[in-house]
């Protein structure tokens, strides 16, 4: 009798010093549905690092950490962004109002988030571009600035050159918008080894004007059909949707 009943007291005891029966759930480990996760670097992690890295640090995507970038970025824009994305390129639109599965209270999180990156002082009182063009760009003086700015790096042409890829590739113009482009020239991409608007020549930080006039420039080397593999013939092509799609 007692044989039998001693093992069952013993487990008893180890029952009651687990506190819980097992399957049960311990107290707080409920998964959160999506729409409740509020916490930055949960949200950041799960729906940005992939493309602008951990931390912000950079990746296919400019860096949000990056000083220069936070420096001329503001939450208005940040926050625009984040809700609606960039029509034509990889920033998808995250907030629900724009098909995304962000609440507007998570891309509150988010917004402030990145700005909590901000580290005061770094840029030493340097003053940079503003992040939008305040005037309209000229693709001839673009030209000229770009060959004094960008070309003893990406080539004479941005066909590329030993120290950087090509900038004038259809496809990867067809896939950036002209603000992705002067946030990249002001910023830099610091995580790739490219200078921002101080750096490409030493003592000569480019102008809001030269930025934008750069901008043109690379704007005006844009194609009608992006990524074809053969030259489009000579006769006027007929103007066709994918025309649209790719902008
Ligand atoms: C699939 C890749 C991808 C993901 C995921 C992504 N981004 Fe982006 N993001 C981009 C690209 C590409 C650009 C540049 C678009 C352009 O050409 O203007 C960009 C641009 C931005 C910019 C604007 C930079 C500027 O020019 O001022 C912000 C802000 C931004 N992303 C925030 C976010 C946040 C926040 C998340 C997560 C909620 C996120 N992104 C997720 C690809 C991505
Ligand atoms: C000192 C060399 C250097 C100079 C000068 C330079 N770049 Fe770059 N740039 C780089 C490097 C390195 C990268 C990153 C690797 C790559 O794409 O080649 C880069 C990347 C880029 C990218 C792609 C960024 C991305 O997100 O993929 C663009 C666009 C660009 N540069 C534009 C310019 C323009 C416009 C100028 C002139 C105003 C310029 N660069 C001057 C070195 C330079």
């Not at 912000?56 to 995507?61: H, L, N, P, S």
């Not at 917004?111 to 002082?121: D, E, K, L, N, Q």
Request: glycine letters at 12%; proline letters at 8%; hydrophobic letters at 40%.
């Amino acid at each position: 009798m007692t044989s039998r009943w001693m093992p069952g007291a013993a487990s008893l005891v180890l029952l009651a010093a687990c506190g819980s029966a097992p399957g049960r759930p311990a107290k707080g480990s409920e998964a959160l549905a999506p729409n409740e996760v509020v916490e930055f670097r949960a949200l950041y992690a799960a729906n940005c690092a992939g493309c602008h890295g951990r931390q912000g640090r950079g990746g296919a995507a400019i860096g949000l950490a990056d000083p220069v970038y936070l420096a001329i970025a503001d939450d208005t824009s940040i926050r625009k962004v984040t809700a609606d994305g960039v029509h034509g390129t990889a920033m998808p639109a995250f907030a629900q109002s724009a098909g995304g599965m962000l609440t507007d209270a998570q891309i509150d999180v988010i917004t402030s988030g990145i700005r909590s990156w901000v580290r005061p002082r770094v840029l030493g009182g340097a003053n940079p571009p503003p992040r939008v063009a305040t005037s309209a760009g000229d693709a001839r003086r673009g030209a000229e600035a770009f060959s004094t700015y960008c070309a003893s790096c990406h080539g004479a042409d941005g066909e590329g050159g030993p120290k950087g890829s090509t900038i004038t590739n259809d496809s990867f113009l067809a896939l950036v918008s002209d603000q992705g482009l002067r946030t990249v020239i002001i910023a830099g991409r610091a995580d790739l080894g490219a200078p921002d608007w101080r750096g490409y020549v030493p003592g000569r930080p480019m102008s809001d004007q030269e930025v934008s006039d750069v901008v043109a420039w690379l704007a005006s080397q844009r194609v009608q059909s992006p990524g074809q593999p053969y030259a489009a013939p000579s006769a006027a092509p007929p103007r066709s949707a994918s025309n649209d799609a790719a902008r």
